[in-house]
């Protein structure tokens, strides 16, 4: 088992488009971390993300609050389970936005357009 383990890596966290919307209404809610372009970003985003390109996160690592959970996103989950696995690693709180800004808009939670932060 650790050697499948070991080939597979750590299983990362992960939540459903639902359950991410349930914890961003909590009274202390999750950093919420974009990690895709600017131009995507720009196109739709959600409300409070911060955009932090996946090219960009392991110089801007200081810009994610170890002391808050965080929940990364990205177009489809791909960038953002990237992004997720780092955060890990790195010891921080992570879970990654299973089919990303795809399954958010599918089960058609809000969106903001525009530069947002």
Request: glycine letters at 10%.
């Amino acid at each position: 088992m650790q050697f499948l383990r070991a080939l597979m890596g750590t299983p990362t966290p992960s939540l459903s488009a639902m359950e991410a919307q349930a914890r961003l209404k909590q009274a202390q809610p999750p950093f919420l971390l974009d990690v895709r372009t600017a131009a995507e970003f720009r196109d739709a985003h959600i409300q409070g993300a911060v955009l932090i390109p996946l090219d960009e996160l392991e110089d801007r690592l200081a810009e994610v609050p170890r002391e808050r959970a965080i929940i990364c996103v990205c177009r489809s989950g791909s960038r953002s389970g990237m992004a997720t696995s780092q955060l890990v690693r790195a010891g921080y709180d992570a879970s990654n936005l299973q089919g990303g800004m795809i399954a958010w808009g599918m089960a058609g939670l809000p969106v903001k357009k525009g530069k947002g932060r």
